[in-house]
């Protein structure tokens, strides 16, 4: 994703085994779709690596030096198409857990209603 136009996937590295059997799906990913994904995202500098014995896997680098990694073990094409998209649109912040379900600017002073309030 485009953060005041400045796309923030800096890189995307695809690992897999050209032996084992959970890289068969990213194999034929990298057959038919990495070529029209890169084609598609010049800004976007993609290497493939060969790591035998472990599961395949993408891992993104962002422009403020995260990144994030998603296993794609015995996975379609498509759908490793659709994680790396995924990485692609992310901003690469860290995932923060809310303190609360809801989210407000002025919260009430008498506590928030429940389905379970007793009169």
Known sequence: MALRGVWQ???LIVSYSDWGGSSK???AFMETHLPVFKE?????EV???????????L????KN???RVVCV?????EDVLLHATRLKNALGRKV???????VTKHPSVQGTWTTALKF
């Open 9 to 11: 996937l800096q890189k």
């Open 25 to 27: 799906g990213i194999r």
């Open 40 to 44: 598609k995202n010049p800004q976007l």
């Open 47 to 57: 290497v493939t690596e060969l790591i035998r014995g472990q599961h395949p896997h």
């Open 59 to 62: 891992k993104g680098l962002y």
């Open 65 to 67: 030096h995260n990144q």
């Open 73 to 77: 073990k015995n996975l379609m094409p």
């Open 96 to 102: 923060v857990k809310l303190r609360t379900r809801h």
